[in-house]
Structures are given as structure tokens and as C-alpha cells.
């Protein structure tokens, strides 16, 4: 297993620089850009990102040329720009340098954990991620154990009572889960209980109340929980519903195999065949799937509650830094959500031999 866990960790670091390369280059090659983002402030006007689309096919120019006029050429929106002040702007941001030269530059201080400073917020990147992680963790942590919580035992009692009225009402629920998207149906809890039209129980913005540092410990935790509350179960919705009908489809397949019916035929207990035989298989799938199941909330799923709800998190800033082209911000970030995936895939394979130790990963080549 140790020299399983090490081929996968090597693994990382080529899939890790081509997950940078390609979104470098596509990036490179998007409209708009800081150097327009500047030229347009400095003109008293806005573009979006159609018209920030030069006539080159690029934002920027990729090929770091030294000449000032072509520098202004390469903009749309210079025009009447001093060629010196493009090029200033060129140096600021970094484009006067070819592209080979500012990926491998970028990459070498990524491996060193330099991950720059904003372009616009004039703060370091890694103090701007740690500033926002709280948000994202709690609605990413919260969730993925409630989706569990709430699908596991109704998974297993859906298949255990296949058929049945249980099965069938539980159904109706799961279907409307599925329909409803998590941004509607946190609209509709904002509307029944945070002010809305019904009743005010619960705030409508922020992790916590803004004299949290002066309430006592366990008013903290009561606050805490207070704003979270919302937030959570509008994520809770979307994700409860297809996890309840794989657990179901899983224990389903499980029930009528041969080794459950030799288990009962030996007189063992009903709960004893379900949880000591039926539930190590049913579920290899479903709790190995833990950690990748957290990464896709934490990373995927909380923007749109992040807005709605004003919470300051990782899917708002990175939605930010995509629209305002702040490459540090969204490099770094891609940087280390690409890595705590892949480490979170890593930790998923190890989680099937602690469901079921018969599973052998140090056979298997990566």
C-alpha cells in the first residue's frame, strides 16, 4: 500500500502541470484582460468582455513584443494612449514578458508557495484564500454530512421496504429534490423565514452576527448555527436526492445474492445479514465517495448560495476574480483546489480498503 500511496502521489505532479497548462493557455486567449481592465478605468468607461475582444484573437499580447506602438495596437480601446503608458501597464501586470516565460515563472513560485499578490485587492493571495475558506468549509462540511445523514438510512430503509407506502411517499420527496434547484429553494426558505413574507427566524446574510467576538463561547457556537442554517438546507436539497437512490440501487443489488440468501438460510438475524454482510458491499461505493462527494460541494456548489445569501466565501471570490481577470487570484486558487482534489481522489481509493480490507490497490498499476 506505502509504494501504492507514493506512485499516486508522483502521479500528482504531471496532472497537476497540465491542469495549469491548459486553463494558462485558455485563459491567455479569453477577451479582456488586466492591461484592458486598466485602459478602460483609465477612459471613464466599462467593456464587457465581447467588446474587450481584440482584433488579434487575444486579450493580451502573448509574444511580449518591445514595440510600444504595436503594444497600443494590440488593445482595443488605446487608441489615443500614450504607447509608454501600455507599455508600463504591460510591465505592471507582467505581460511584457513572453508566454513560456510567465507560465514556467508562475509554476516555480507556486512549487515554492509564492503565490503573488492581487492584482486589484493589494493583499497576498494565500491571505485572501485563508480569509475566505471558513464559508466555503462550513457550507461544504455541514452539507456533505447532512446529504449522508439524511440519504444513508433512507437509502437503506427505501430497499430494505422496496415497494412499500415508505418507499413510495419517500419517492415523491426524492423526485421533488431532484426538480427543485438548491438557488430556488433558497429562495423560497428566504422567503418563508428570513424576512421575507412569513416569518423572520433567521438572518439573511453573513457567517455570523457582527458582534460575535464580544458573545461568550457557547453564544458563538448558537450563532454560528443560527446563520449556517439556511444555507445549508438549501444545499442539503440538491444533494440528498441522488445519493438516496444510489444507496437504494446499491442495497437493492446487494439483497438477492447468493451470499444473503445462504446467510439467512443459516438462520442469522435479519439486522445481522443487513449490516454485517449486505452493508460492507452496498455501501463501498457510497462512503469511499466521502471525500470527492465534500470537493464537489465545497468547490461547486455554493456559489449561487454564497450570493444569495451574501456569504463571503471561495465560490464568490473565485466568480469575482474570473469576471475582473485577476489572474493571481484565479491561478492560485485552480492551484490548490486542483491539488486538494486530486489528494481528496487519493484519500477516496485508501477509503475502499477501510470499507472492505479486501481490496488491494499495491497489485493494481496507477
Known amino acids: ?86 507599455a508600463d501597464l504591460e510591465r505592471m501586470y507582467g505581460f511584457d514578458k513572453p508566454l513560456p516565460e510567465r507560465f514556467f515563472k508562475m509554476i516555480w513560485n507556486y512549487a515554492r508557495l509564492d503565490f503573488g499578490e492581487s492584482f486589484y485587492r493589494d493583499e497576498a493571495v494565500v491571505d485572501i484564500v485563508l480569509e475566505k475558506m471558513p464559508v466555503s468549509i462550513s457550507l461544504g462540511l455541514w452539507t456533505t454530512l447532512l446529504v449522508y445523514f439524511i440519504s444513508m438510512p433512507m437509502g437503506i430503509y427505501k430497499a430494505v421496504k422496496d415497494g412499500s407506502k415508505f418507499d413510495i411517499w419517500t419517492s415523491g420527496v426524492v423526485v421533488v429534490g431532484n426538480a427543485v434547484p438548491s438557488f430556488l429553494f433558497a429562495i423560497l426558505l428566504i422567503v418563508l423565514f428570513a424576512g421575507g413574507s412569513f416569518f423572520n427566524w433567521f438572518p439573511l446574510r453573513g457567517l455570523t452576527s457582527p458582534d460575535w467576538d464580544e458573545l461568550s463561547w457557547f453564544a458563538q457556537i448558537t450563532d454560528y448555527f443560527w446563520h449556517i442554517t439556511l444555507p445549508v438546507l438549501s444545499m442539503v436539497i440538491g444533494g440528498f436526492a441522488g445519493l438516496t437512490l444510489l444507496t437504494k440501487n446499491s442495497f437493492l443489488e446487494e439483497i438477492n445474492k447468493q451470499y444473503v440468501i445462504t446467510a439467512r438460510a443459516k438462520g442469522l438475524k435479519e439486522g445481522r445479514v443487513l449490516y454485517g454482510h449486505i452493508f460492507r458491499n452496498a455501501m463501498l461505493i457510497i462512503i469511499a465517495g466521502f471525500p470527492a462527494a465534500f470537493i464537489g460541494i465545497l468547490f461547486t456548489g455554493s456559489l449561487l448560495t454564497e450570493v444569495i445569501f451574501s456569504l463571503d466565501g471561495i465560490g ?5 476574480a474570473a469576471i475582473n481577470r485577476d489572474y493571481p487570484v484565479m491561478f492560485a486558487t485552480l492551484f490548490f483546489f486542483s491539488l486538494l482534489g486530486l489528494l481528496m481522489n487519493l484519500i477516496g481509493d485508501l477509503t475502499y480498503t477501510l470499507v472492505d480490507p479486501r481490496i488491494d490497490f499495491e497489485s493494481q498499476e496507477v
Open 1 to 86: 500500500m506505502l509504494a501504492y500511496i507514493i506512485r499516486r502521489l508522483l502521479l500528482i505532479i504531471p496532472t497537476l502541470f497540465g491542469i495549469m497548462l491548459i486553463n494558462f493557455l485558455i485563459i491567455q486567449a479569453a477577451p479582456g484582460g488586466p492591461v484592458e481592465q486598466a485602459i478602460a478605468m483609465m477612459k471613464g468607461h466599462n467593456i464587457d468582455a465581447t467588446s474587450r475582444f481584440s482584433g488579434t484573437g487575444q486579450g493580451e499580447s502573448l509574444s511580449g513584443s518591445s514595440s510600444n506602438q504595436s503594444s497600443v495596437r494590440t488593445y482595443r480601446g488605446a487608441q489615443g494612449l500614450d504607447p509608454d503608458l501600455i
Open 316 to 320: 464568490l471570490l473565485g466568480y469575482e
